[in-house]
Each structure stands twice: as C-alpha cells, then as structure tokens.
C-alpha cells in the first residue's frame, strides 16, 4: 500500500510541474494553441506520457484553466482576503493583481485577461470556465466594494457594481499596457487612477529585487 501512495504522490507531482507548464504557455501562445505535442516539447516529455494525464486537447485545457485559477486564488486572492474589511481589503485586491503581472507570474500577464482574448468567440466548456472565473472576480471585487460602503469608507451612494466594473477596467487595462506596450509605467499609473477613484492615497509599489527583474524594460 505504501508503494501505491508513493507512485500516486509522484503522479500528482508530474500533473502538477505539467499544469505549471501549460498554464505559463497558454499566457503566450493561448488556449487555442495549447497541444499536447506542444506540450510535450516544453516538458521534454513523450506525446503518450502526456496522453496519459489528459485524453484530448479540451481535457487539458480545462485542467490548465484549474491549475491557473488556483494559481490565482493564491497569488491574489488570499493576500487580499489578509487585509482587513473595507477599503483597505478593496486596495489590496486590486494591488495583488497588478503584482502578480507585475512579478511575471505569468510570462504572458494575466492569464484570464489572455485567455479571455483568445476563446470569448469561441462557445463551449473552455469558453464557459473562463467566463466563470471572470464572473467570480467581478462579483469578488463588487462584494468588496459593498463591505467598504457597509463600513462607511466609501460614499453611501456608490454603486459596489458600477465601482467594481471600474476597478477592473483599470486592471486589465494596466495589464494590456504592461504586456502588449511594454510600459513600465503601466503599474503606477493604474494604482494612481485606483486611488483617486477610492479617494485614497497612492499606494506604493512594491520595490523587491524580484519585482525590478521582472519589468520588461529590464530584459533588454
């Protein structure tokens, strides 16, 4: 019994460096062109290996958009969930997100944003599981927004879902500038807007070793 639970442990350890892998891919080649034998080449592993985690394309591209939406729970949304109810709850949602594009967690920006571009035309269980995830986050940051109103942080006429709709807005839009127009300057004037939008102080960036390596004006 003990081998069993030892090759079981390792086989989950595979599948999981192999979502890690797809989920990095997917963010600079898209959904759409996430293939087992693509697949297969980055991982240097065989085509029938592969087969044997995920039966067809669409069985590993939802398994990817699984692995990157716990990606995401980690990355964003437990950090946020640590600050406390209000606003200050609010801010560091919206600040995980631009540090998680920002420490290049994905090569490719936000892997939802890009795999939003890549499937929103195209109807079926990929698409839809994009669209859940999209929702979820809207609604997240809506619920947020409502908390700070319930606290009196935020102006009790505010609408928590016209807010979040902007909030967003100001996210992606921070993540196109960083990704598709390499500008380093995306980050800070995303927390800026956010902040006069909240009527709030700017928040700082963060300024780790890591996070200067990963801007793209760096690599060159």
């Given at each position: 019994?003990?081998?069993?639970?030892?090759?079981?442990t390792k086989g989950e350890r595979t599948r999981t460096a192999?979502?890690?892998?797809?989920?990095?891919?997917?963010?600079?080649?898209?959904?759409?062109?996430?293939?087992?034998?693509?697949?297969?080449?980055?991982?240097?592993?065989?085509?029938?290996?592969?087969?044997?985690?995920?039966?067809?394309?669409?069985?590993?591209?939802?398994?990817?958009?699984?692995?990157?939406?716990?990606?995401?729970?980690?990355?964003?949304?437990?950090?946020?969930?640590?600050?406390?109810?209000?606003?200050?709850?609010?801010?560091?949602?919206?600040?995980?997100?631009?540090?998680?594009?920002?420490?290049?967690?994905?090569?490719?920006?936000?892997?939802?944003?890009?795999?939003?571009?890549?499937?929103?035309?195209?109807?079926?269980?990929?698409?839809?599981?994009?669209?859940?995830?999209?929702?979820?986050?809207?609604?997240?940051?809506?619920?947020?927004?409502?908390?700070?109103?319930?606290?009196?942080?935020?102006?009790?006429?505010?609408?928590?879902?016209?807010?979040?709709?902007?909030?967003?807005?100001?996210?992606?839009?921070?993540?196109?500038?960083?990704?598709?127009?390499?500008?380093?300057?995306?980050?800070?004037?995303?927390?800026?807007?956010?902040?006069?939008?909240?009527?709030?102080?700017?928040?700082?960036?963060?300024?780790?070793?890591?996070?200067?390596?990963?801007?793209?004006?760096?690599?060159?």
């Amino acid at each position: 019994m003990a081998i069993e639970t030892d090759e079981q442990t390792k086989g989950e350890r595979t599948r999981t460096a192999i979502l890690d892998q797809a989920a990095r891919l997917a963010t600079v080649d898209g959904l759409e062109g996430l293939t087992i034998g693509h697949l297969a080449l980055a991982t240097s592993m065989s085509k029938s290996g592969l087969y044997a985690h995920f039966g067809s394309k669409q069985e590993l591209q939802l398994a990817t958009i699984d692995a990157a939406r716990a990606t995401f729970v980690d990355e964003v949304l437990r950090p946020a969930l640590r600050a406390p109810k209000g606003i200050k709850r609010l801010l560091a949602a919206c600040d995980a997100y631009l540090s998680h594009i920002e420490r290049r967690v994905f090569p490719g920006g936000c892997f939802f944003s890009a795999a939003a571009a890549d499937v929103g035309t195209r109807p079926g269980p990929v698409r839809d599981a994009i669209a859940a995830q999209q929702r979820e986050w809207l609604t997240l940051l809506e619920r947020l927004a409502r908390e700070a109103i319930e606290l009196d942080e935020l102006n009790p006429e505010t609408d928590p879902a016209q807010l979040a709709f902007e909030l967003k807005a100001l996210l992606v839009a921070a993540n196109t500038s960083f990704i598709l127009l390499e500008d380093p300057t995306a980050f800070a004037r995303a927390r800026q807007a956010i902040a006069q939008r909240l009527q709030t102080p700017t928040p700082q960036p963060p300024t780790s070793p890591q996070t200067r390596r990963s801007s793209p004006t760096s690599r060159r």
